[in-house]
């Protein structure tokens, strides 16, 4: 009965209760679709993460603060051991996706045959293992990303791929068939530019690509060098069979992606090749705690001196830009449940005004104050249920046609623009905590007025015209 | 109705006064009101009577008199500032709140002037209300509150709201409210004063008729002839004292 009589109070005065709803599901709304468009950045960043850095990353133990200065000290020399050791691990193997050893590796890149040279980091990888890398999407988060398989294949080391913006510097978009590049622009002659700037560079280059046999002109090349790891420089010619756009134009403009073996040649000459670090991408990231938690086990038992780090001790941005927008979205909750908690008050409130009489009636014959604070507690809960239900529906409405506006947006940081998304699917938990959440607080906010009317005086009520 | 009252006390304590107690006592009781600026306004100046049980008594007296104020206090939703007040045989001072709700709950009905009837609730609802307060089990509310209702002559407007029903089936249902629970002691303030004549007799007839068949105690605050007519006790009532008082049957 207490529910029915409530029930009924809230259609009494239907403009105001209309105005309270629509309060409480405009807040609803907004909470949702902010914390739809947060779980999507999250979501985008950990997949984008996990495709690119994979979860886990196994180095030499220092390597992680040292080793990029000395990667020869640093390298895992068995590392295919380490590998095996691994992906066979009962515990590790049914939760692996992939496992792959990789190379980093800085030096410049150049073009010398128009005299263009550039910084670069270069990382080495199977290309196989990268390809099924970059198709991992657990939460299925780039189902409107289109995925283009690598150029690279895993029996052709002599292959790489750059960044669109290091195509550009290098003066390779032509070649690549690249149509996004800015004209190249005719540059000053000084008297001194007669001749190539780093002829030495040039001529190893040459030399090595004879060594190599490749002699084919007009194909796009690149001639990398790098110190190898006893401090020698070393020189390899790359055929650039593609370019790829990253998402960082800091690192579109530096990135040279190569076959795992070149990349050991290039870094560690005639040494030992070694592997720099070996990546993990596991199934679900929900087992990456596990995992880690096992490798150390694992690394203890064999006493091997490695360490393990995940992709957010790899990419700590990710981690500071997500905390951020969590920020965001606690403070737009917590302002709109301010403005619903108000509403409701205030409609409570006048409610109690309205009905002070009635309240005096229901008193006298015998109705507790508690029950009293109940009724006027369940008309807050049920304004705000009928709120929070109607922005749910409305919310999750926008959110499915917001995702098919096309609309698009450029993150900080980024060169290219993405697609400007909402998460719509496994959001049910956003969806029922911004549920409780706005009941809660209209039932909160109903409290204020419920007490007011259950401390009247029952004669006092029954006065009230 | 008779089955409807007489099903009504069941399975719950009930203070019941025999014929010979009577059902309210007052004891030098006053009654003086703060108006929150210093200022102290005596309603009631110690007054000391008794209430026949199963009589049908009149507080009268003219407008200001302290008829209401008297009648608040014998229906224990305000307390006296001094005094002793007896109701049902119960000593009311120093009940705590809930439990002189739950005394008022289970033996004091009201009838109001303005019929107070919930306006979101049905006739039927409205009847049923109070006896929801007494968790009593479904089929016997339902029983008592059709009894109820047929015996008021309401039953073809059961699904009717207050604003569906004229001054009078509002008050038909005012009085099905205040009986259904069968109280010990009803109270009714002017009960008659927002009807036309005719109407006010049918409802004062409906009142008597279920007084005398089920011994209820009936105590009015009214200044309307038609009703004092029907007076057994009469108490009047000036500036807050009681003047006189009537027993109409031996007078």
Redesign the interface.
Known sequence: MLFKIAFRNIFRNKRRSLMTLLAVGVGAVAIILFGEFVGFITAAMETGAARTVGHLTVYRSGYFDYGAGNPAAFGIADYQGVIRLISEDPEIKPKLNVITPTVSLAGIAGNFEIGASKTFFGTGFVPSDRDRMLRWDERDIFRYFKHNPSTMRDDDETTGVVGVGLARILGLCEKLGLTDCPPRPQLPTAANDSEPEAPDIAALAQAEREAAGAHASGEPRLDLLAATASGAPNVMSLLISGAERQGARELDDNFVAMHFSLAQKLLYGRGEHKAVAIVIQLHHTKDLSAVRARLHTLFAEHKLDLEVRDWIERQPFFKQAIDMFGSIFFFISVIMGVIVLFTVVNTMGMSVMERTNEIGTVRALGVRRGGIRRLFVIEGSLLGAFGATFGVVVGQTLAVLFNRTGMTWMPPGNSVRVPLQVLTTGVAPLLICVWLGLVLAASVAALVPANRAARFKVVDALRHV | MGSALSAAGQGRARVTSGPSLPVVRLRQVGKVYDDHEGLQVTAIKSITFDIPAHRFAMIVGPSGSGKTTLL?LI?C??IPTSGALEVCGTRVGGLS??AI??F???NI??I?QNF?L????TAY?NVE??L???RLPAAQRREQTAAMLESVGLWPHRHHRPNQLSGGQKQRVAVA?ALVKQPTLVLADEPTANLDTHTGAEIIALMRKVQEEHAVSFVFSTHDPQLISHAEHTFVIRDGELVEQRDEEKA
């Not at chain 2, 919930?118 to 609730?121: C, F, K, M, Q």
């Open positions: 608040n229906g939703i305000d709140d809930n709700t739950d008022r709950s289970r009905a009201f109001f107070n919930s306006p979101v609730l609802e209300y109070p929801l307060l007494l409210r």
